[in-house]
């Protein structure tokens, strides 16, 4: 009685063939993802083929050419607002280059009426004078380096460094031919260079010749220590030694119509303010002048 009183448990089992199906969502991501790819490829290969100017004429298509802002409307792009001051009469890319071209200047007649001058000409002399500094700058460059090229090339001018100091001011490219303790340009008291200073004279005669600039060179001498005034000899001495040297450039092929000025300045103008009687304030300095060359006559 008890076997036949148990419940019936029946299970039934379904065989699928084939693998079943999983559904088809998976087949259209994969169709978006390959569609994309293949969007991405090609626009990396119309990058690469296309040239600047052909990319730059892409820009200026999909630019706008005239959107002033406004305080009407949503704020969005035409959301309210025109495209112009005059609404649907705007004047598009004309009106803006109307609004961005410069306004020729003004000048004033006698009689006070404004009226416009042609500027042309006053730029192109301004671009030529810009252009002639540039070239100015570059023939000092360039004769600043071919010195410091002698000075390390020649073995006699090499250890004589020291005592060229090569720098440009607003008179032009200057050279200093200074003193260093146990190194002197000029024996005590004499007006002539000694071996060395000739040396280096010849050297920079050779730069000076390489351009057409006029010269001026000056003679400097140290201050005395303990001294309380200028030594009047000084200035007598410093000019003396410019002329010295004037005559060395000269001998060594450099034309006397070049030679703008010889002064002497004494103790003056120190090279070192600090501390007047050191010997690198007794130098001559030889500028190259930035001013148009003057023909010989």
Do not use: C
Request: hydrophobic share 35%; proline share 6%.
């Amino acid at each position: 009685m008890a076997s036949r009183d148990a419940p019936v448990v029946i299970k039934k089992v379904k065989k699928v063939s084939g693998g079943g199906h999983h559904g088809g969502a998976w087949k259209v991501a994969y169709a978006d993802f390959v569609t994309a790819m293949m969007a991405f490829f090609l626009l990396m290969w119309l990058i690469n083929t296309t040239s600047p100017e052909q990319k730059r004429g892409v820009a200026d298509y999909f630019a706008p050419a005239n959107v002033s802002q406004s305080t009407s409307g949503s704020g969005g792009i035409l959301g309210g607002q025109a495209l112009g001051k005059d609404g649907d009469k705007n004047e598009g890319t004309m009106s803006f280059i109307e609004q961005m071209a410069p306004k020729p200047p003004e000048t004033q007649d006698s009689d006070g009426t404004a009226t416009e001058t042609k500027g042309a000409g006053a730029t192109a002399d301004t671009a030529d004078e810009s252009d002639a500094q540039r070239r100015e700058q570059q023939s000092f460059q360039s004769a600043a380096e071919s010195l410091r090229q002698a000075l390390q090339d020649m073995p006699e001018l090499a250890e004589l460094s020291k005592n060229i100091l090569v720098d440009q001011t607003p008179e032009g490219l200057r050279i200093q031919l200074i003193d260093q303790e146990g190194r002197s340009m000029f024996n005590e008291n004499s007006t002539q260079p000694n071996d060395r200073a000739k040396i280096l004279l010849r050297a920079v005669a050779k730069v000076i010749n390489q351009l057409p600039n006029r010269i001026s060179i000056t003679g400097h001498t140290s201050g005395s220590p303990g001294q309380a005034g200028q030594n009047p000899r000084d200035w007598s001495l410093s000019s003396a030694r410019a002329d010295a040297s004037r005559a060395i450039l000269q001998s060594a092929g450099v034309d006397q119509d070049r030679i703008a000025m010889v002064s002497g300045k004494a103790a003056k103008e120190p090279l070192y303010p600090d501390d007047p009687s050191l010997a690198g304030n007794r130098r001559i300095a030889i500028v190259l002048l930035r001013e148009a060359p003057v023909l010989p006559q």
